[in-house]
DNA sequence: CACTTGACCTGTCCGC
DNA sequence: TGCGGACAGGTCAAGT
């Protein structure tokens, strides 16, 4: 699934689209994805504004002028995708999803969001009236907006035509059904299992090498895979970026913390952050990578040194990259660069 | 407690 | 072509 690098690349997307939208309408296709009361959803997600967008770990948040936010965790197979009239901007998992028709099969949750229901102040009311009147010199009405996707698709989702009454449109997909988005309060978002068991994020100023070596050192005889996927450990890593930063480091993934020296986690420390900095500044794994300038598809890994290039020669060395299994997940490794130290 | 495995889902690929 | 099994960018519950 997207990981930091791919999070960070929605958020970054979105804060530049979102902020100041209101939430005119939402529709799911499956309780698991949008588990959410219908009474909170009609009181605190409807007609409510995006304040913000934010990441912590691999989850986003999008913030409302309800106190309340919108919690979307992705999992492996989830992408989020913006329509309006004019722009397009999808990223996460990369899928077709990411540049075609939407909704799609893989479609959980839509909303449908507006820059008509401004709060009731005066600049907002300013704003609408404004809004209106660009809408008048248009010739269209208010309330049937153009649609960008058309009225039998949505039917053939099950959707009621007035649900398309809208013109920007955000899109949840997610193949397999792990992920979701979730409605809570705020100031609870602190308080959720996953936030109180996460660990630092890893490119933040307090997160030192002296921190993360005690952290990691906590689960001595675990392997250094296993350690860095936990995301209690540290925030944000998964399995391509696992692999990456231990070949960036030299390290055998089976590797257990305990073999490993000062000297390995110092350099370690030190991948991490290269290997998800650089990611981020690509765009991650996919979104823009994904499609080049013309619309095509293009090759979204092309940065990676070793994930999912089992069979080609080693960036470092020219040895054939191997892939294996090691904490339960497919593992990529240089049999040469990265030696599995033991004592 | 530390650590590993199975479950949650759909779709695709690979071998018979 | 059809079918079974493995596997997939994640996390949690339940098991040892």
Redesign the pocket.
């Known amino acids: ?3 930091l ?2 999070v960070e690349t929605i958020r970054t997307g979105l804060a530049a689209l979102l902020p100041g939208k209101a939430v005119s309408n939402v529709w799911h296709d499956w309780a ?1 994805s949008f588990p959410n009361a219908e009474e909170d959803v009609k009181a605190f997600l409807i007609g409510a504004r995006v304040i913000d967008v934010r990441r912590r ?2 989850v986003l948040i999008i913030d409302l002028s309800s106190a309340y936010s919108l919690v979307i ?1 992705l ?2 197979t989830g992408q989020m995708v913006y329509k309006s009239q004019n722009e397009h901007f999808g990223a ?3 899928t077709d999803s990411l540049i075609g028709q939407l909704p799609d ?2 479609t959980r949750v839509i909303f449908c969001l507006s820059e008509k229901e401004a709060p009731p102040d005066l600049n907002a009311r300013k704003q609408r009236s404004a809004e209106e009147n660009v809408q008048k010199a248009h010739g269209m009405n208010t309330e049937a907006v153009g649609t960008v996707i058309d009225q039998e698709r949505w039917q053939s989702f099950g959707l009621r035509p007035k649900a398309t009454r809208c013109d920007v449109h955000l899109f949840f997909n997610d ?4 992920g979701w988005v979730r409605l809570i309060p705020t100031a609870e978002i602190p308080n959720i ?2 936030m109180r ?1 996460v660990g630092p994020e890893p490119l933040s100023t307090e997160f030192t090498p002296s921190i993360f070596i005690e952290r990691v050192r ?6 250094i895979k ?1 350690v860095l ?1 936990d ?1 209690t450990v540290i925030a944000g890593i ?3 970026y696992a692999d990456e930063s231990l070949w960036a480091a030299k390290i055998h993934p089976l590797t257990l913390v305990k073999d490993l020296s000062e000297q390995n986690l110092q350099v370690l420390y030190k991948e991490i952050r290269d290997v998800l900095r650089l990611s981020i500044e690509k765009g ?3 979104d823009r990578n994904y499609v080049d300038a013309a619309g095509r598809k293009g090759s ?2 092309n940065f990676a040194n070793v994930f999912r290039r089992e069979g080609q020669p080693c960036n470092r060395c020219g040895t054939i990259i191997i892939k294996t ?1 090691v ?4 593992t990529h490794i240089c049999p040469n660069c990265q030696k599995e130290i033991k004592r």
């Open positions: 699934m997207p990981e690098p791919e698991k770990a691999k965790h999992k492996m996460g998992h990369p099969k893989s193949q397999r059904k792990f299992d996953f068991k906590r689960r001595k005889n675990s392997n296993a996927l995301q998964g399995n391509i991650g794994s996919s979204y890994l299994r904490a339960g997940r497919g």
